[in-house]
């Protein structure tokens, strides 16, 4: 009597619940599968911003460093005066980003792809010109000997085929500078220091110098030395920072 009270369950087969089973955990899926897609368009959207404003506030950047560094240029032909010494040690202080083309193609004319790398250059009107329009992102002074001695003897390395070389061997310099009569170290470092005749020889075929940074960092300011900043003409103070770098 109790069995015939007993309701009985339907028979469903196994095949039917495999497939309801299947439809529910597919509607599961594809309910994350939209919520995902909202996220990520949502997330698109908010980097697309992001990047237009980057690109912005890049090319804006390079336009206003083009409108400095040609208003440098014509103030320095205005009011340029004659170097105390012909040889300068200019150093690349600045500039990874938001750099205009130009002003990059200066930097690289110089040797400086990087930060923190120097070279000897002869201060003429045209270098100074350079230097006046790049001035952000160097600085620049007088060597005196005693620095000019202790920067090749310590992180100097000779060019052979566009590949580094360490002046360990004077014979290295004898193979490349030798028909200058440079046979030597000493004589690489009187011909930088006297800005002799085969001056663009021989710091052509010094590599650039890769300084240290220094222990007491610069202050990552664009203005002028003299203004309390870190770029542009240092003259004898070069030294002190040589010393720091080196």
């Given amino acids: 009597m ?42 698109n959207k908010k980097l697309t911003f992001k990047r237009a404003e980057q690109y912005i506030k890049e090319f804006r950047s390079k336009e206003l460093d083009l409108v400095t560094m040609k208003y440098r240029a014509k103030k320095w032909r205005t009011t340029s005066v004659k170097p105390k010494s012909e040889l300068l040690f200019v150093i690349r202080i600045q500039g990874r980003n ?36 790049v001035e952000p992102y160097v600085t620049y002074g007088y060597p005196n000997v005693k620095n000019v001695r202790e920067l090749v003897f310590k992180k100097g390395q000779g060019r052979i085929n566009k590949e580094k070389v360490p002046l360990t061997d004077n014979s290295v310099i004898e193979q490349e500078l030798g028909q200058y009569d440079i046979i030597c170290i000493e004589d690489i470092i009187h011909e930088i220091t006297t800005v002799g005749p085969h001056f663009k020889e021989v710091t052509r075929f010094l590599w650039p110098f890769k300084l240290s940074k220094p222990e007491s960092r610069l202050q990552g300011k664009k203005n002028r030395f003299k203004d309390g900043g870190d770029s542009g003409d240092r003259g004898d103070h070069i030294n002190e920072l040589i010393n720091k770098m080196n």
């Fill in 2 to 43: 109790a069995d015939k009270e007993r309701a009985t369950l339907p028979y469903i087969q196994e095949t039917v619940l495999k497939k309801r089973k299947s439809s529910e955990e597919w509607a599961i899926r594809r309910r994350q599968q939209l919520e995902d897609r909202k996220w990520k368009i949502k997330a």
């Fill in 98 to 133: 938001g750099i205009h083309p130009l002003t990059r193609q200066i930097l690289h004319s110089f040797g400086l792809w990087k930060i923190f790398t120097g070279v000897f250059v002869k201060a003429n009107e045209g270098i100074l010109a350079k230097l006046q329009r």
